[in-house]
Nanobody, 120 residues
Framework: QVQLVESGGGLVQAGGSLRLSCAAS????????MGWFRQAPGKEREFVAA????????SYADSVKGRFTISRDNAKNTLYLQMDNLKPEDTGVYYC?????????????WGQGTQVTVSS
C-alpha cells in the first residue's frame, strides 16, 4: 500500500531554517505531482506548496512565497520542503500528499505528518 513518511520537523527560532522530507513508497512517485500542506492548532489544513512530476512547475501559498522551496528527487522517491526565514505563524504539522490539486479538502492520501514549531 502507499506509504508517505514525513521527517525533518523540529523546534526552531524565528528566522531559522528547516528542511522537511517525505519518503514515498507503494506508488510510482515519478508520475505524481506532489504537495505539502500544514495544519496549525485549531485551524484547518491548508496548502503550502506543490510541484509537478518533472519539477518544471511549482506553486506556493502567498504566505510562504520567497521563503519556502519545494523540490523532489524521483530517483529517491522523496519530496522536500526547504523552509527559510521561518515565522511563528509557520508552526503546525506538515504533511505531504500526492496529486495535482492544491485543495486539502478532497479525499487524498496523507502521511503521519511532522511537527514544526517556530518560537518567537
Amino acid at each position: 500500500q502507499v506509504q508517505l513518511v514525513e521527517s525533518g520537523g523540529g523546534l526552531v527560532q524565528a528566522g531559522g531554517s528547516l528542511r522537511l522530507s517525505c519518503a514515498a513508497s507503494g506508488l510510482t512517485f515519478s508520475t505524481y505531482a506532489m504537495g505539502w500542506f500544514r495544519q496549525a492548532p485549531g485551524k484547518e489544513r491548508e496548502f503550502v506548496a506543490a510541484i509537478n512530476w518533472s519539477s518544471t512547475t511549482t506553486s506556493y501559498a502567498d504566505s510562504v512565497k520567497g521563503r519556502f522551496t519545494i523540490s523532489r528527487d524521483n530517483a529517491k522517491n522523496t519530496l522536500y520542503l526547504q523552509m527559510d526565514n521561518l515565522k511563528p505563524e509557520d508552526t503546525g504539522v506538515y504533511y505531504c500528499s500526492p496529486g495535482s490539486s492544491t485543495s486539502p479538502r478532497i479525499v487524498r492520501l496523507w502521511g503521519q505528518g511532522t511537527q514544526v514549531t517556530v518560537s518567537s
